[in-house]
Nanobody, 110 residues
Framework: QVQVVESGGGLVQPGGALRLSCAAS????????MNWYRQAPGKQRDMVAD?????RFTISRDNSKNTMYLQMNSLQPDDTAVYYC??????????????WGQGTQVTVSS
């Protein structure tokens, strides 16, 4: 079984920064892809890599820990959303997995 857990969300003022983490654990043999998504109220879920412009968002990975990070700088109210992590890979028994975390809320407000 595979678990995916996001953390690091919270309330931040406009112009502030947050660092989100996504940790995958369990019966993992290999990870093929880890991606960040976000979903604002009433909107579709978008992949963060597609919307990060101007270098405000930086995605990094620590493969030794099966962990991915999302550093978000210069946050604006429009960045308010639930941020999700998706992980795809292969289990120790050779099966494919595709899991979502429970999401972490990011609220940008003064």
């Amino acid at each position: 079984q595979v678990q995916v857990v996001e953390s690091g969300g919270g309330l931040v003022q406009p112009g502030g920064a947050l660092r989100l983490s996504c940790a995958a654990s369990g019966t993992i043999a290999s990870i093929n892809a880890m991606n960040w998504y976000r979903q604002a109220p009433g909107k579709q879920r978008d992949m963060v890599a597609d919307i990060s412009r101007g270098g405000r968002f930086t995605i990094s990975r620590d493969n030794s820990k099966n962990t991915m990070y999302l550093q978000m700088n210069s946050l604006q109210p429009d960045d308010t959303a639930v941020y999700y992590c998706n992980v795809k890979g292969i289990t120790r028994w050779g099966g494919r997995f595709d899991y979502w975390g429970q999401g972490t809320q990011v609220t940008v407000s003064s």
